[in-house]
């Protein structure tokens, strides 16, 4: 959405509030009369004044497309249809004959005249009364959700989705969240937007009590970020969960620092969880971190609050198979704790992470598990980290075993050649860090050790001369 158009929204929003001039939509105008009129009215469709609503106002969508302010006359009648719907709103009479079919009809009407519900939230907490707040609470209870389509033509498809919340399955769920397409009716989305900005407390018990996973996913879809600060008010994992992996953040948005406060709150709520609803939020979130940098950010400072538990489960999250690509992030994770002063804490974090690292052994203990070069990890930094903290003749030791170790890996049995240079690839990767550990030991500022690079060395030039006959 245009910002330039966003911003207008709330300007005009806020002037129509203390407009002197209001001209009711005509279309809008029309249907009210006819609601009024009639209480026979069974099923209704409120979408439609979105697009009566929107030929009335053409220049709107010139302005949302691209940011091309209106001109006076058309600023004005924009203002004073605002205005009035906006004052029948304030003065809302919930006893009024089929209520519920007028407030959506003009929330569906103010849905067009704004601009990504940017006016809505301005003013918003300025209009509502608690026979608003009663009807919107009414309307977002009785709302109906559900997939684009697949309703009619996969009708297990609901089925399949909540099975994965009663087994607790975040990882799958995790990856099926993003892709299922929601399209909330515009009032609706209204709704949902003058809850939030007024009475966010009210909106939360709403999603506890109706417990939905679709209906917590469409919540997430119309407040977009803003799911975040409310799912910390939320008494639900699952909503809570919805409204991370569900989020879509434009890196050119200005979003990052504004996530930061409630996505360290949300992360500190589920670590007071039981340890194995901490263990499955950094499976499903954590096991290949750098897509997120506003959830990595947050990760970072959280962690220095946690325990060497918490810190565990998020070590073994880590896919660490194939993972150098996520050792930058891993590490910009971990250097704020690395950076603080709380030394016994990070020499916790460090053996911690280390023994995680020595357990996975570059994937010794799986089968057809093959290395062909020294391999970087996820875990690169830490580990670097935990030899770095040890005392240097500690340290110079396990560096000459492994060199010795790699020397004589050819005096011990293998069962074929490609096990033998996997072992060969195992010590030389484990070596690589140790050495690295001294670097940073001695001052370098170098985070991760150097790329891997092809072996140049006599053992190479021997085992592999045949190559030198490759044309």
């Excluded at 707040?133 to 009785?142: C, G, K, M, Y």
């Excluded at 959700?145 to 399949?160: D, G, I, K, T, Y």
């Excluded at 070069?373 to 000459?400: G, H, I, K, N, W």
Aim: charged letters at 15%.
């Amino acid at each position: 959405m245009n910002p330039i158009a966003m911003s207008l929204a709330q300007a005009h929003f806020q002037a129509a509030l203390n407009s002197g001039h209001s001209a009711a939509p005509v279309a809008l105008s029309q249907l009210l009369a006819q609601l009024s009129a009639d209480s026979q009215f069974q099923v209704f469709d409120a979408e439609p004044i979105v697009h009566s609503t929107g030929d009335e106002f053409p220049f709107l969508r010139n302005m949302i497309a691209s940011g091309t302010p209106p001109d006076l006359d058309a600023s004005a009648a924009w203002e004073g249809a605002v205005s009035w719907v906006l004052n029948v709103l304030r003065n809302w009479d919930t006893s009024e004959k089929n209520s519920l079919h007028k407030l959506r009809a003009l929330l569906s009407a103010v849905t067009a005249l704004d601009a990504n519900s940017a006016g809505i939230s301005c003013i918003a907490s300025q209009v509502t009364s608690h026979q608003l707040i009663a009807d919107l609470r009414r309307l977002i209870e009785s709302s109906d959700v559900a997939p684009w389509l697949s309703e009619r033509r996969f009708p297990e498809h609901r089925r399949q989705i909540e099975s994965l919340v009663n087994c607790e399955n975040l990882n799958q769920l995790g990856r099926m969240v993003p892709h299922m397409n929601l399209f909330p009716v515009p009032d609706l989305c209204a709704a949902v937007v003058f809850m939030y900005s007024a009475e966010p407390s009210v909106l939360a018990s709403i999603i506890e009590k109706r417990n939905d996973i679709l209906f917590s996913l469409t919540i997430c879809t119309i407040l977009e970020t803003r799911a975040i600060a409310l799912a910390t008010r939320v008494n639900n994992l699952i909503f809570k969960f919805v409204s991370v992996v569900n989020l879509r953040q434009d890196p050119s948005s200005g979003t990052q620092l504004s996530l930061q406060s409630p996505l360290q709150t949300l992360l500190l709520q589920v670590a007071q969880t039981p340890s194995a609803t901490w263990s499955a939020w950094m499976q499903a979130l954590f096991s290949s971190p750098g897509n997120n940098a506003s959830l990595d950010s947050a990760l970072a400072v959280v962690l220095q609050q946690l325990s060497p538990d918490h810190w565990t489960s998020f070590f073994k999250a880590l896919s660490l198979n194939y993972s150098h690509k996520t050792a930058a992030p891993v590490a910009n994770i971990l250097i704020p704790f690395a950076n603080s002063t709380n030394v016994e804490g990070k020499t916790l974090m460090w053996a911690t992470a280390y023994q995680v690292w020595a357990d996975w052994s570059y994937g010794q203990h799986e089968s057809d598990r093959a290395m062909f070069a020294p391999a970087a990890c996820a875990l690169d930094f830490p580990v670097a980290m935990y030899y770095a903290s040890q005392p240097s003749d500690e340290r110079l030791t396990v560096e000459r075993n492994l060199l010795e170790a790699i020397e004589a890996v050819e005096q011990q049995w293998f069962n074929s050649v490609t096990d033998l240079v996997t072992e060969r690839n195992r010590l030389k990767s484990r070596l690589r860090l140790v050495q690295h550990g001294t670097e940073l030991a001695n001052g370098s500022p170098k985070v991760l050790p150097p790329d891997v690079q092809p072996d140049a060395d006599l053992y190479a030039r021997t085992r592999y001369y045949f190559y030198n006959n490759v044309k």
